[in-house]
């Protein structure tokens, strides 16, 4: 036991690990909840996916942009794609039907409500 508690404080609980791009997060701990900020500028709602696996949560955003200009001398033609991605495992689970996400001004809040410890699930023996 006191070894797996001593892995547990040399490890960071919140192992954030990004690939792509990534994207800046901050991650309040609050009583009864995580409550995960991302910023996101120059995305729209649509550009954007959230989603939680066991303990994991990922966040996908992939923007594509073309810009064209034309005159009588030349044709120009520009394309951008932005694609950033943030994992974050938590340190502990989450009541997943309590997850709510918010996007407003550049700025993804993800609010996940832990789950009560001491519930849990009565397993039938068959």
């Known amino acids: 036991m006191f070894d797996r508690l001593s892995r ?55 923007h594509e942009e073309t810009e064209e200009e034309e005159s009588a001398d030349y044709l120009r033609r520009e394309r951008s794609r932005q694609s950033l991605s943030r994992s974050l495992t938590l340190p502990e689970s989450v009541d997943e039907e309590g997850i709510g996400a918010r996007f407003k001004n550049g700025v993804l809040t993800v609010t996940l409500p832990k789950r009560e410890s001491g519930s849990g699930k009565r397993i039938e023996i068959e």
């Open 8 to 62: 547990q404080f040399e490890q960071d609980p919140f192992d954030m690990t990004g690939f792509g791009g990534s994207i800046a997060v901050d991650v309040a701990d609050h009583d009864d909840e995580y409550v995960v900020t991302a910023d996101l500028p120059g995305f729209d709602k649509d550009d954007i996916d959230v989603s939680l696996a066991d303990r994991t949560l990922v966040i996908e955003a992939e």
